[in-house]
């Protein structure tokens, strides 16, 4: 469940009604600490009323389940449950990036045993038929320009709450790593919009081109042809970035004769305002955000 769905979220910028020229206003009442919180939680819908503790117990219960009992009847043959683990707390490390089959074979092979990247890959097919993975796919686009889009899926779990079980990571930890909360709040975000947009039939795909230019999410709604993009980022600093590459996206790579125009343009963060650049590029705290 999104933050929304669990009541986390102010509600006061609906990802549907996101539109040129109008702007955005609202003020999340989640903290950075509480996002962190919200982030090692989870939206299980099971978990509504327990405490925060009694979620973490939760989750790594959960996820030993996965590994004693899922996953091997998933692959249904020969199989080393601790090279299991640490596939899956490899994934966990590397959520929200593009890590290949190699690299994490290397992460998951150790100085006395190599692991095959076919075998890793044995282990990620048994986790997304238990829909414990769940990959983003790149964006298949027409380009006005000679760059050339990058195929690799992006890693993401369920629930970015499994990543930190996995690797036993509670919400002081992620709080003072700004690095890997940076990577769980992406993985926040995905899941989110998905949420929201899944109202619209939306899609959610991630962007990523030769020149390495990145967008994290792009939302297309085949019904009607629009589509929007969204960068992520924890925190303020980033956001001039963040907004640099959206129109970048919109101006000199995406063929919009082909596509249209973007429907939005949005830089979606853990801060607390929500407000409308000059540029047009919204502004939306994660925790204001609804369908």
């Known amino acids: 469940m999104s933050l929304a769905e669990i009541g986390a979220s102010t509600n006061q910028v609906s990802l549907a009604a996101l539109q040129p020229g109008v702007g955005v206003n609202g003020a999340s009442k989640l903290t950075y600490k509480g996002m962190a919180e919200q982030a090692v939680r989870g939206g299980w819908p099971g978990l509504l009323g327990?405490?925060?503790?009694?979620?973490?117990?939760?989750?790594?219960?959960?996820?030993?389940?996965?590994?004693?009992?899922?996953?091997?009847?998933?692959?249904?043959?020969?199989?080393?449950?601790?090279h299991i683990r640490r596939t899956?707390?490899?994934?966990?490390?590397?959520?929200?990036?593009?890590?290949?089959?190699?690299?994490?074979?290397?992460?998951?092979?150790?100085?006395?045993?190599?692991?095959?990247?076919?075998?890793?890959?044995?282990?990620?097919?048994?986790?997304?038929?238990?829909?414990?993975?769940?990959?983003?796919?790149?964006?298949?686009?027409?380009?006005?320009?000679?760059?050339?889009?990058?195929?690799?899926?992006?890693?993401?779990?369920?629930?970015?709450?499994?990543?930190?079980?996995?690797?036993?990571?509670?919400?002081?930890?992620?709080?003072?790593?700004?690095?890997?909360?940076?990577q769980i709040f992406e993985s926040m975000v995905i899941r989110d919009l998905r949420a929201a947009s899944a109202l619209q039939h939306g899609h959610v795909y991630h962007y990523r081109d030769n020149t390495g230019l990145e967008v994290d999410a792009i939302i297309e709604y085949p019904e009607d042809g629009k589509w929007g993009a969204c960068e992520v980022k924890l925190g303020a600093s980033q956001i001039p970035q963040a907004e640099a590459n959206l129109i970048k996206l919109r101006d000199e790579?995406?063929?919009?004769?082909?596509?249209?125009?973007?429907?939005?343009?949005?830089?979606?963060t853990a801060t607390e305002y929500a407000y409308t650049l000059p540029s047009g590029v919204h502004v939306i705290p994660l925790g204001t955000l609804t369908a």
């Open 253 to 268: 790579r995406v063929d919009t004769n082909k596509v249209g125009s973007p429907a939005y343009l949005a830089i979606i």
């Open 88 to 182: 899956l707390e490899s994934v966990a490390r590397n959520i929200s990036g593009e890590a290949t089959m190699k690299t994490l074979a290397a992460d998951v092979s150790s100085d006395a045993t190599t692991v095959d990247p076919k075998t890793v890959s044995t282990y990620l097919q048994a986790l997304t038929r238990i829909f414990i993975l769940d990959e983003l796919q790149p964006w298949s686009v027409a380009l006005r320009s000679k760059s050339r889009l990058r195929t690799s899926p992006k890693l993401h779990l369920a629930d970015p709450s499994l990543a930190c079980a996995a690797l036993g990571i509670g919400v002081d930890r992620l709080a003072n790593d700004p690095e890997f909360f940076g």
């Open 50 to 82: 327990a405490s925060t503790q009694q979620a973490v117990m939760f989750n790594r219960s959960y996820l030993d389940n996965v590994f004693d009992v899922e996953v091997p009847e998933s692959v249904g043959t020969r199989h080393n449950q601790l």
